[in-house]
């Protein structure tokens, strides 16, 4: 496998991005990895060297990139009142959908031209925070983001205009929808909100909750991780990325 740091150009600075490719076969269907709260982290890293090792090419980017490069955090960045934790939740908090929409733009012109990068359709796919990012690509490039996945991405009902339910109508690919059963920021009365309102779209793909698991189950050293449901989420991801 081929690791690269690409440092994409975009309206607000440059965005660290993570490569990984296979070495021989390509080229390879482009796949845009976005991270989850905690940030770039190795066992994000660990992810995309599995994806790709099927045969992709793995664009994972640092989104915190306009409060600084490098912007990463220790093992305790998910214990509340610590240092990680608060730097963290100061970056967090003014994420919204819009720029994060033209982070994909710039991703999606970086790959454009690319040897290693098979022309045609592109997934993307984000766990907790990006959940709504990936689903908001969909919507926002229907012509290019031809598969998106969201696992236990966080309120994807909210008062925002860029609010992810009221956009599904627009997806023209296939998009798949993994909520925990145990989560607070997706409890299962906005899930069932949800699923109906995903229903009434017309949008075609799956919402699919997993029983017993709390949010986090997909990540090997969270202290929620269960293997079986990860393993499923793997199961759907890559099965997603093959109907491309």
Same mark, same amino acid.
């Given at each position: 496998m081929i690791e690269e740091i690409a440092h994409?150009? #975009?309206?607000?600075?440059?965005?660290? =991005? /993570?490569?990984?490719?296979p070495e021989r076969n390509g080229p390879h269907? @482009?796949? /845009?990895? &976005?991270?989850?709260a905690p940030g770039i982290r190795e066992e994000l890293k660990d992810m995309a060297r599995r994806l790709s090792s099927? +045969?992709?090419?793995? !664009? &994972?980017? $640092? !989104?915190?990139?306009?409060a600084g490069q490098n912007? =990463? /955090? *220790?093992?305790?960045? &998910? #214990?509340? *009142?610590s240092e990680d934790y608060k730097a963290m939740r100061a970056i967090r908090t003014k994420m919204t959908i819009p720029p994060v929409m033209e982070d994909i733009k710039s991703m999606l012109t970086?790959?454009?031209?690319?040897?290693?990068? %098979? $022309?045609?359709?592109? +997934?993307?796919?984000?766990?907790c925070m990006s959940g709504p990012y990936a689903l908001a690509s969909a919507a926002r490039f229907p012509d290019q983001i031809d598969a998106a996945a969201s696992f236990y991405g966080t309120w994807l009902i909210n008062d925002a205009e860029e609010s992810p339910h009221l956009n599904l109508d627009k997806i023209k690919g296939e998009i798949y929808i993994a909520c925990a059963e145990h989560d607070e920021l997706a409890p299962l009365d906005m899930v069932e909100e949800l699923k109906l &309102?995903? *229903?009434?779209?017309? @949008? %075609?793909?799956e919402l699919e909750v997993y029983p017993g698991v709390h949010h986090g189950f997909a990540f090997p050293l969270r202290w929620c991780y269960d293997q079986p449901a990860a393993e499923r989420h793997w199961e759907r !991801?890559? @099965? !997603?990325?093959?109907?491309i």
């Open positions: 994409i150009e #975009t309206d607000d600075g440059k965005m660290e =991005t /993570f490569i990984f490719r269907p @482009a796949i /845009f990895f &976005l991270m989850d099927v +045969g992709y090419y793995v !664009l &994972l980017p $640092n !989104l915190y990139y306009r912007t =990463t /955090f *220790g093992p305790d960045v &998910l #214990t509340e *009142g970086y790959i454009d031209g690319i040897n290693e990068v %098979k $022309n045609g359709p592109v +997934g993307c796919h984000g766990y &309102l995903f *229903g009434q779209s017309g @949008a %075609k793909g !991801l890559i @099965a !997603l990325y093959k109907r």
